[in-house]
């Protein structure tokens, strides 16, 4: 009877480990397990469930990662705490820590939920304690780090400044609610609708910051439209209609580059390069020397600067090529191929302002209108739509990627880049052919 009793207690008691000393732990490594190392656990005595976790060394390494771990159940669960690594944890401490938690156990109390509760009164006192000014500072610190563009970063920060802070800026983040922020947002909501958007998409982006950090102790987002500023404001479906970019007809581009081949300031061969390739005033302003590939006559734009987050490759034609030798640094090719004056990437607003310093008014043609010129251009010389949309980096269509996969793009693109700059760069007729926008929509 004895003996069945003592079977009995085996197993259903947990096995009684011989307490080590500080030197038996300190040998304890991983174990070799048909001719490999593997990870081992040592339950090192003392306290019920406590282990040392030894992982084989990795590398050149002769020591393995250690670390201590607590097994123990919770209604029928079985659970882990992990302690932290050994020696920075020593076993005395690793000890008491695991016997802390057993004692809370023993009371009733679950101690994983009690740190949850703790983290979240951390994270709650925090949250009431940063302001939204001093947080949208850390969110833009960390654009500055992350983002090539930094004139664009500091432009929609000034954006924040000039109308989240008058209204939120000394509120903690805790506080700010949708009510909140459609308060900044309503005066320029209708009237200046763009601005209105782009200082919304701020302020949830630095509370999506807030977040990922896990600064609020709940997820929150009081910038955001569905289920939250919609009971606000008016949806821009009832108000705004967007506004296409301003752009010259393709007869017009010949004049307009007489014009600018005439200029040196140094917004101006970045100018004719966007034109030539119809490329984004991001893409050119950032361009390097050691994106371009010499012998294949390729730009090669890299994804951190495109809008779809993607390479994109641009067939060079013989006027873009010799808008490049012509730069200053063509010799040393290190660097930026347009930079600023004093140095540095230029500002989009540079490229701007040479349009109008060449007697064009921004309703007559932007930036960004050279790319609808070339498209346009494109479609009424029956260029394959797909072949210009992708000239463009714009993202295809399920069924135009299926066919156009399997070709060599560059190649099909290179004789309509060669055909456009042949248009651009055809020597207009005598005379100021720079027609007044408003004296061209009077006539028509």
């Known amino acids: 009877m004895w003996g069945t009793l003592w079977s009995l207690w085996g197993i259903f008691m947990p096995k009684l480990v011989k307490e080590m000393s500080d030197s038996e732990v300190r040998s304890l490594k991983h174990k070799i397990r048909n001719g490999k190392p593997t990870k081992a656990k040592h339950f090192v005595g003392g306290v019920n469930g406590l282990a040392l976790i030894c ?36 076993t005395a401490q690793a000890r008491a820590l695991a016997r802390e938690w057993r004692e809370k156990l023993h009371k009733g109390v679950d101690p994983k939920l009690e740190e949850v509760e703790t983290a979240r009164s951390r994270r709650k006192r925090l ?35 000039k109308y989240a802070f008058p209204k939120l800026a000394n509120k903690s983040l805790l506080d700010i609610g949708y009510d909140d922020v459609a308060k900044v947002l309503r005066p320029i909501w209708k009237d200046h609708h763009a601005t209105a958007k782009k200082v919304k998409q701020a302020i949830k982006r630095i509370f999506d910051l807030a977040n990922a950090q896990e600064l609020l102790p709940v997820q929150k987002n009081p910038a955001v439209w569905s289920g939250g500023l919609q009971e606000f404001l008016d949806a821009p479906s ?10 010259l007809h393709y007869s017009e581009i010949p004049a307009f580059i007489e014009r600018l081949k005439t200029t040196e300031r140094v917004a101006s061969p970045a100018l004719l390069f966007a034109i030539l390739t119809a490329a984004r005033s991001q893409q050119v302003r950032s361009a390097q020397w050691d994106h371009i590939d010499w012998e294949n006559s390729l730009w090669i734009c890299p994804k ?73 251009w494109a479609t009424e010389h029956k260029y394959d739509d797909a072949l210009s949309e992708i000239a463009l ?46 004296m061209r929509r009077k006539a028509n």
Request: charged letters at 25%; proline letters at 6%; hydrophobic letters at 35%.
């Open 55 to 90: 992982k084989p060394p990795e590398g050149e390494s002769t020591q393995g990662s250690r670390y201590w771990i607590l097994f123990y159940s919770l209604d029928g669960r079985r659970l882990e705490k992990n302690f932290g690594s050994y020696p920075t944890i020593k």
């Open 127 to 161: 949250a009431s304690e940063v302001t939204f000014e001093q947080f949208a500072y850390q969110w833009f610190e960390i654009q500055l780090e992350k983002k090539t563009n930094k004139a664009d970063v500091k432009k929609l920060f000034n954006r924040v400044k």
């Open 238 to 247: 009832e108000f705004y209609e967007p506004q296409n970019f301003a752009a």
């Open 304 to 376: 951190s600067v495109m809008k779809a987050k993607r390479e994109h490759a641009v067939p060079l034609s013989g006027a873009a090529l010799d808008v490049l030798r012509m730069q200053p640094g063509y010799g040393t090719q290190k660097g930026l191929i347009f930079p600023a004056a004093q140095g540095g990437e230029m500002h989009d607003a540079y490229l701007s302002r040479e349009i109008m310093r060449l007697g064009y008014p921004q309703e007559a043609t932007t930036v960004h209108g050279f790319r609808a010129t070339f498209k346009t």
């Open 393 to 438: 980096a714009h993202s295809l269509g399920p069924q135009e990627k299926r066919a156009y996969i399997r070709t060599d793009m560059v190649n099909l693109r290179r004789p309509m880049m060669e055909s456009w700059a042949d248009q651009c760069m055809t020597r207009p007729p005598t005379g100021d052919n720079v027609i007044d926008l408003g």
